[in-house]
Every structure is written in C-alpha cells, then in structure tokens.
C-alpha cells in the first residue's frame, strides 16, 4: 500500500523564520494546497495531513477547508519541538494543547500523530504512552536507522507492527526507507523527493509494498525567498542545496507521482492491513 501524507505546518514556519512576506507566500501556499486537494478529488484519493497546533491555531481555516474536503486531520505536535529537545512533561502539554486545537478545527477525533523528524527514538520512547493516553491510536513517528536527529535503529523493520511499550499498544506506521548512497534514506519526501529523478523514486515505490509518504508545502514553493544569510558558520552551499535544490520541478514531479500510482489515507490502510499478522515490537 502507498499512504499519502502530508506535514502541514509550512504557514507558521514561514511566520516564525520570516522567509518573505505574508501578502507574498499565503496566496502561493493556499494556492499549493488547492490544487493538492483538486487534484486528490480528481483521482478519488483521501490523505491523511498531520497540522501542526500552532499553525491551527494562527489559520484555522486551513485545517477546516482540509477536513471539509473529506480528509483525515492528524497531529504533528503543537509548537514543532523535537522530541529529543523536552520532558515528558512538556510533551504532555503539547500533545493535550495540539490535539484539542485541531479536534475543535475539525469536528473530528484526532487519531495520528507524527512528531517533528520523525523524533521519536530509544531515548523518549515514553512519547508512545503520551500519545496512547491522548487516544492516538496511529503513530508515524519512527525512523528505523540512525539520522542526525537520533533515529530507531533498533525498531528492527520498516513496515506496519504493532508496538508494545509499558502496558500500551500502538499502531506503528514508521517511515519507508531505502538504500541509497550508503545510508538508509527516507526517499518518499522532503529533500529526497526534490533531490532524486522522479524515474527511482517510481521505481523504488513500484517495486515497494509498504510506502509511507511524507510532503511539506514548501517543498512545492518554488517562487519562495531564498536564505542567503550563514547561520552559526554552517557551509552555506550545503544548505541552499539542502533546502532548494529540485523546488522548480517539485510540484509536477509530484502531481505526476499522484497521477501515476495508487495512493490511500493513514485511516484506510488500516482497514488494509491483518494487524493479527504483523509482527509485534517490544520497545
């Protein structure tokens, strides 16, 4: 199965990094979307989008006109911390704060949660009973390898299981990965979407019966302002091809993706899946 998901969080970070002004990039994001959902009717395809609070918060009739298009509102956490950077305590916080800001938006139970890149790792497994407690009952949060924000490398598989962790339960829908390069690349968004020809991410997906997707706005914004500025002595080079190489041709790459595969929501994979047969992880 392919799932279609998206991390919509990409208004309050233009907000809150200042990247152009807001008469500028509104239009040009809720342009993006629109045609997201078009073309998502066209094909008869529902998504699963995991909103961040704090943009729910700011533009909620972003999270309304997605839900009233019929498709599946999950969490991404309220202000985008990662995992690796708070307390369970602030955790709780944020999830409980998240989840009724967007169950309000929405009219909907909230029942997916994805936390900030992938973040959730050996370190903070606890996150899963956070979000168990606040009655998540699909997890996108794992990143079975090692990455520079921590990884799952002991989370031993990257397809749906069933996670066991202190007296709770959780459906697992980690991150898909392949092998490129010599590293375990997520290659279904973000910057390795922009950064691979579309003909071997297709053939990775055609050849793939678990794909989990995971697209960002921004990465469709080709007319977006360009950071020029070093930060902290970063390699500058490094970073502009990190965050814009590929954003010319990013959207039809994508519509072409949408156009040429089968995809479903978080929601109805589950119904897809025999969870009596999947394995069962012990974290």
């Known amino acids: ?9 990409d208004l309050w970070v233009y907000d809150h990094y200042k990247i152009g002004n807001k008469e500028d990039y509104i239009p040009r994001l809720d342009s993006y979307l629109n045609q997201i959902l078009d073309l998502l009717d066209e ?4 998504a699963t989008f995991f909103c961040l609070g704090i943009m729910a918060e700011r533009y909620p009739e972003v999270i309304k006109l997605i839900a009233d298009r ?14 690796s950077d708070v307390s369970r305590e602030e955790f709780e916080e944020d999830t409980c704060k998240a989840i009724s800001i967007l169950e309000n ?15 959730i790792s050996e370190k903070n497994k606890w996150a899963l009973e956070v979000l168990a407690q606040n009655g998540i009952l699909f997890d996108c949060s794992i990143f079975p390898a ?6 799952f490398p002991s989370y031993n598989t990257d397809r749906p299981a069933i996670v066991k962790y202190n007296g709770i339960t959780m459906k697992e829908f980690p991150i898909s990965l392949t092998d490129m390069l010599g590293k375990r ?6 910057g390795y979407f922009r950064l691979f020809p579309y003909s071997k991410i297709n053939k990775i997906i055609n050849r793939s019966d678990y794909v989990m997707t995971y697209f960002h706005l ?40 949408i156009r040429e595969n089968e995809f479903v929501s978080l929601e109805r994979a589950d119904t897809m ?7 069962i992880i012990n974290v």
């Open 43 to 46: 094909r008869g395809f529902k």
């Open 70 to 83: 019929g498709h599946q509102i999950g969490c991404h956490s309220y202000g985008h911390q990662f995992l």
């Open 1 to 9: 199965m392919n799932i279609l998901t998206f991390d919509i969080e």
């Open 185 to 190: 690349i997520a290659y279904s968004g973000g």
């Open 146 to 151: 090692i990455r520079s924000f921590g990884g």
């Open 218 to 257: 921004r990465d469709f914004d080709k007319e977006q302002e360009r950071k020029t500025k070093l930060v902290d002595g970063e390699n500058l080079i490094l970073r502009y091809f990190k965050n814009y190489y590929g954003l010319n041709s990013c959207f039809s790459k994508f519509e072409k993706l």
């Open 273 to 279: 899946i025999d969870w009596n047969k999947t394995d």
């Open 105 to 119: 938006i929405a009219g909907n139970k909230v029942t997916a949660y994805r936390a900030p890149a992938f973040s």
